[in-house]
């Protein structure tokens, strides 16, 4: 497997911008939105729904309502800026239409691990993404990703828009906070654990059969396909980096977060956003994860 975030094959490198405006320059993403009747073929004008196109080229994005309040991409992300010791990464635009920058903030320590905590700001122009930041933190030895809410905290905020200067600064404030309080709970959860023993030398075993609902029906082909991926988490968990969490629900998770970022998949465009989508914001596996380990401590 190839050890390195998603976020690595997507995108624009904006690590050398150091404002929102030269990460929206330098990724492509400093084009304008306007709205725009649609209209049949035979000039009958759909009511109550518009298109939103780039003024630019008049490229469609989608279709909302009316109502539909256009932020450009340099408004809605202005009060990126305010966030104190934020690095850009990378920046760009989904076949989804999500509008994204990825920062990292410094990093911190768990259980003697170097995490960093990176931030994804998302906004859309056809009404399925709101202004949101996520929270995805980085185990560095093998760039793993947890994407992962637990204890009632979520890693996912949402962000309300602003065109005042206070207001901007005290949003960035407040997702510094939260991000701040977001570490802290994750830094303890992960305390507790790798306190938390596996029953036996075989409950990893047993939780990922847990996890993939190995009872069901299969084919022959589906089949090897799940004893490859069973293989692959069982390599993780004995892998050189988690030596010091195995037998933990700790080192358990670990193993999981190291397949789920680096499992194998089509080396196209598509499949790498694709990845990216579903590591970074699909809190769902690894929660069930969670769960199996948790039955088998």
Known sequence: MTRTATWNFIGKDVKSCGTVEEVIKNSGLDYEVEKQPIFLDGGFEIPNKVATVKKETGEYIGVVSPSYTVYQNKDAFDFVDNIPNLDFVKAGETRGGMVYIIGKLPSTHVLNDEFTPFVIFQTSHNGIYNLRMTICPLRIVCQNQFAWSFKQMQNTISIRHSSQIESRMQQAQI??????????????????????????????????????DSTKEITERQRRALEDKKSAIIRCYGADDNANFRGTAWGAVNAFTDFNTHAERKQTANAAESKFMNVTFDTAALTKFIECVRAYA
């Not at 709970?185 to 507790?192: I, K, L, R, S, Y």
Request: cysteine-free; glycine content about 6%; overall charge negative.
């Open 175 to 212: 997702l510094m906070n939260d991000t701040a309080l977001y570490m802290q709970g994750f830094t303890n959860t992960a305390e507790e654990l790798a306190m938390l023993k596996l029953g036996s030398a075989d409950s990893i075993y047993k939780i990922i059969d847990a996890f993939f």
